[in-house]
């Protein structure tokens, strides 16, 4: 608590600079604590880089630890005209070449009807408009009495409640550039199974929207946009099913989609058209190369994370927390691993170096690619014992709820409650000895200008007595 003094009354004693300098060795304490709390809270922000490194290890090591991710497949055709393909399962992915024909296609398409024109589109009149989905829902629109446009008849239509999802339907207006508009509704989805249909229900006498029945001037609806076939309603496109008749190597099969999955394991095929091409799938071995070197920046970006936190002058100096972290990494390094030929990184050309820095000989695991595809994989990828999925249990472990830095951070912080409470005790103990200095040493400076009255007083007294002895 700062306080203010001035020179004393009685003494001439600085009694502010004096009491000044004594808090300020009392307060001694109280800095070593502030010291030690900022020494403190620097260890749980550098535990928190810690945390931070090992949580991005475990995410690169999961993306690396599941044979669809780290073997790596390419797949060509020869006519993209007649079908697209793409690898959508490695895991499952074979190696080879395969000749696709498509005998016969039909593709899939949306269900659309229109109305009759309506010439007015300011002003489409009111009724109600019930409408049955492809999935047996309904939902209706009713347009109150009063000057609808067609623009909130549309609008009506697709925010209406039930018309949601797959099933649901979507309205638009098309201009004939003369005023008048046409309202069409299309299906969310393809396929016969998202046609819909619609009757409508007169607001007036007329029993339509806006004029007398029937009359596709006016754009009556129940006449036009009645897609179960009563007064023969306009469809401009009636929704169908896929259909493809195709072979593959000779083999004859068929499809009720276009994106067929798995037929050739692991690769989907985008079939559009009519004709022969040629599939070929083959072991990307650069995209695994880019596994693997994605393994070996991973583990040595965390290891530079632990080295540099734990060096000399560094927050984190000595820390054997980090230094058993490290520990727990090299334990899984140095131990077999996969189901395959291969036990070892060394065997597929990772290594570490003198300096401890992982790094990737090329060429061997060209070599052992050539040799055993799978083995490579498994030693990485294997479900339990692969090195990537190893690292990212190991990852998991020590950043889980009740793990090894969870631990050390909790402790820290109570530690840093401990000092707070000591702190605030210690504040208080100051306050009071500061109090105590106060009263001291202004009773001293009262006292001390009580001694300086009575020498004065004296010092006159023996002057005036000199003075009488002479004369």
Known sequence: MASIFSVGVGSGLDIGAIISQLMAVERAPLERIAQRQSDIKSQVSAYGQVKSAFSSFETKMNALASSSSFLKYAATSSDETIGKVSVSNASIAQAGSYDVTVNSITQASEHQVRSGLFSDVTNVGAGTLDFTLGDSSTFSVIMERGTNSLTDLRDAINNATGNTGAYGITASIVNDGSGGGYLVMTSNSQGAGYSFSSTYTSADSTGNLNGAPNDPVRGDLEDTMEVTGINDPVTVKTGVDASVD?????????????SIVDAIPGITLDLSAVGTTTVDVSVDN???KNSVKEFVSAFNAIRSTLKNL???????????????????????????AGSGTFKYLTEVGVTFD???????????????????????????????????????????????FNGTLTGRTNGLNNRLDAL???????????????????????????????????????????????SLNKK
């Open 310 to 336: 734990h060096a000399e002058g560094a927050t984190l100096e000595g820390d054997n927390t980090l230094i058993s972290l490290d520990r727990r990494l090299m334990s899984v390094m140095n131990t077999s």
């Open 354 to 400: 003198k300096n401890g820095t992982l790094t990737l000989d090329e060429a061997k695991l060209d070599d052992a690619l050539s040799t055993d595809i799978s083995a490579v994989t498994s030693l990485f990828a294997d479900e339990t014992n692969g090195f990537a999925t190893r690292l990212a249990s190991a990852a998991d472990s020590i950043t889980a």
């Open 286 to 288: 650069a995209g695994i």
């Open 420 to 466: 707070d409470t000591q702190a605030e005790r210690l504040l208080y103990r100051l306050e009071r000895i500061e109090a105590r200095y106060q009263n001291q040493y202004t009773n001293l400076d009262a006292l001390l200008g009580n001694l300086n009255s009575t020498s004065n007083y004296l010092s006159q007294q023996l002057s005036a007595l000199s």
């Open 246 to 258: 195709y072979s593959i190597n000779g083999i004859p099969l068929t499809s009720t989609t276009t």
